[in-house]
C-alpha cells in the first residue's frame, strides 16, 4: 500500500506565501515524476509543477516566477513553495506521484486527498 499524505493548505490574503508538501509512504521501491496539480470551483484540474526524479522542474504559464517545486528524494518528500499569491489561486492542490512498488511491477500513478489553498484579496 502506498499513502500520500499532503499538508500545508491554508487561508492567505494576495500577496502571502504558503508552503505545500506531500509525503509518500508505503511499499515504495522508486519515485518518478512527482507533481502537483488543482482544481478550482467548476473547473476541471490543471497541472501545476512536476519534478522528475533528476529534478528537472515544469510549470503552468500561471504559476511561473511565483511557484517553486521541489523535492526529497530521501523523505519521497515533494514541496510547493508558493508566492505571490493571487486570488485565482484558490483551489484544492493535488499531490500526484508516478512511482513504483516493486522492481518486477511497471509504475502507477497514486493522488494525495487534497489540500485547501484559499487566496483572499
Known amino acids: 500500500q502506498v499513502q500520500l499524505v499532503e499538508s500545508g493548505g491554508g487561508l492567505v490574503q494576495a500577496g502571502g506565501s504558503l508552503r505545500l508538501s506531500c509525503a509518500a509512504s508505503?511499499?515504495?521501491?522508486?519515485?518518478?515524476?512527482m507533481a502537483w496539480y488543482r482544481q478550482a470551483p467548476g473547473k476541471q484540474r490543471e497541472l501545476v509543477a512536476l519534478?522528475?526524479?533528476?529534478?528537472?522542474?515544469n510549470y503552468a504559464d500561471s504559476v511561473k516566477g511565483r511557484f517553486t517545486i521541489s523535492r526529497d528524494n530521501v523523505k519521497n518528500t515533494v514541496y510547493l513553495q508558493m508566492n505571490s499569491l493571487k486570488p485565482e489561486d484558490t483551489a484544492v492542490y493535488y499531490c500526484?506521484?508516478?512511482?513504483?512498488?516493486?522492481?518486477?511491477?511497471?509504475?502507477?500513478?497514486?493522488w494525495g486527498q487534497g489540500t485547501q489553498v484559499t487566496v483572499s484579496s
Open positions: 500526484n506521484t508516478n512511482l513504483r512498488t516493486s522492481q518486477w511491477l511497471r509504475a502507477n500513478d497514486y
Open positions: 508505503g511499499s515504495i521501491f522508486s519515485v518518478n515524476i
Open positions: 519534478i522528475s526524479s533528476g529534478g528537472i522542474t
